[in-house]
């Protein structure tokens, strides 16, 4: 049985929470307003897709394609993105609350997060690569064995990273950001 394929179509305010999104593959498509809380995308295929005001708390996403993904102002409590199919995985997040989320193990080289409240997201081990965090709060985040080669943090706030335990090379940070870099020194930075 051949799965469904939507191309260039809108979805504006609907709430999958009642009748979960038709399994398939999803080309350009656009999602504004769409409650997806606690659905699961299982084996659903997302490229070059946005979505925008759209609540994704809780959603499940077993081997779920995000390729070319934007999140605009979106709400994406607790999401475990590591579960995804990480084949050509690639988003962006602006404006988005992702909070408790988790990005285990995934490649994000060169993936944006901008204004984006991030308390206890799960960093361990993930690929973050010239990424660029602009203006975002990374509250209890954690760092371990993370690759933060040349990303940009200059803009982030209330991180807490370990420099001897994750590969911070040539990786940029704003002097109001040393302290997350020494805490575990327990210097004093006047």
């Keep these: 049985m051949s799965q469904a394929f939507f191309d260039d179509k809108t979805f504006l305010k609907a709430d999958f929470t ?7 593959t999803y080309e350009n498509c656009t999602f504004t307003d769409c409650n997806f809380s606690g659905s699961t995308f299982a084996g659903v295929s997302f490229a070059e897709c946005v979505f ?22 979106c709400k994406l409590l607790g999401v475990h993105f590591h579960t995804c199919n990480n084949f050509l995985f690639t988003v962006t997040f602006e404006n988005c609350m ?3 989320a988790s990005f285990y193990k995934l490649g994000m080289k060169k993936t944006r997060f901008t204004n984006c409240i991030m308390h206890e997201v799960d960093f361990t081990e993930t690929d973050l690569s010239a990424a ?5 709060d990374l509250a209890g985040a954690v760092f371990d064995q993370t690759i933060l080669e040349k990303a940009d943090l200059s803009g982030a706030s209330n991180f807490t ?17 040393l302290p997350g870099l020494l805490l575990k020194y327990q210097v004093e930075i006047i």
């Design 132 to 136: 660029v965090f602009s203006d975002c």
């Design 52 to 73: 925008t005001g759209c609540d994704l708390s809780m959603v499940k996403l077993p081997q779920t394609a995000l390729r070319d993904v934007q999140f605009k102002n």
């Design 98 to 100: 992702l909070n408790l």
């Design 161 to 177: 990273i370990d420099p001897e335990t994750n590969r911070i090379r040539k990786a940029r940070f704003a002097l109001n950001g």
């Design 18 to 24: 009642a009748q979960p999104l038709e399994k398939g």
